[in-house]
């Protein structure tokens, strides 16, 4: 494995783990877990084509870089979510 991969890879745990914290905290478990590995996804799979199939001239570390950003965000959703859930569970 590249040490892009492993970037993307370590990624994704610190996703998953925190999607496991919301899971737990949350009402609606399914509904949450649907939502949101349905987002994640879409734009994994829209980032790996570019990255494998649409990168020439430099574009796939551009391709690679607007990966590692939208997972960022992602998990800052994640921690939005979390901060609802507990919001709503202390009134």
């Not at 370590?10 to 949101?36: D, E, F, M």
């Not at 990255?51 to 959703?77: D, E, P």
Request: proline share 0%.
């Amino acid at each position: 494995m590249t040490e892009d991969n492993l970037l993307i890879f370590a990624c994704y745990i610190i996703n998953w783990i925190t999607l496991s914290i919301v899971i737990i905290y949350s009402a609606k478990k399914k509904q949450s877990v649907l939502i949101h590995l349905g987002i994640q996804t879409l734009y994994s799979l829209f980032w790996w084509y570019q990255l494998n199939y649409n990168s020439s001239g430099g574009t796939a570390l551009v391709a690679w870089f607007f990966w590692m950003i939208t997972i960022g965000i992602h998990w800052f959703g994640y921690l939005i979510h979390l901060g609802v859930i507990i919001w709503k569970r202390r009134k």
